[in-house]
Nanobody
Framework: QVQLVESGGDSVQFGGSLRLSCAAA????????MGWYRQAPGKQREFVAS???????NYVDSVKGRFTISGDIAKRTISLQMSSLKAEDTAVYYC?????????????WGQGNQVTVSS
């Protein structure tokens, strides 16, 4: 069974930095995109950042210039470097992967990691 194992969540003060990491455990092939989503209390889960096997990286506008996604999709590992953290970045962060499977792609989710930013 495939699992996305996350690490790095913590509490940090406003303006601080954190690094989240994610690695796939178990047999997982055909992955072509990995990324991060987050869910704040009382809000829907939202896209944060992603990267593809082709190297394309995307970010939600609210984190551009502050967060950097990196990793090696072939090795099924990614990281999210978060800087200049704000209170509104407080959320549970989820690692996400999409694999090409038939007849439709398969999505995988990590267990979630709490990030708390205090002022």
């Amino acid at each position: 069974q495939v699992q996305l194992v996350e690490s790095g969540g913590d509490s940090v003060q406003f303006g601080g930095s954190l690094r989240l990491s994610c690695a796939a455990a178990g047999s997982l092939s055909g992955v072509f995109v990995m990324g991060w989503y987050r869910q704040a209390p009382g809000k829907q889960r939202e896209f944060v950042a992603s990267m593809t096997t082709g190297g394309t990286k995307n970010y939600v506008d609210s984190v551009k210039g502050r967060f950097t996604i990196s990793g090696d999709i072939a090795k099924r590992t990614i990281s999210l470097q978060m800087s200049s953290l704000k209170a509104e970045d407080t959320a549970v962060y989820y690692c996400h992967a999409v694999a090409r499977t038939w007849p439709q792609n398969t999505e995988y989710w990590g267990q979630g990691n709490q990030v708390t930013v205090s002022s």
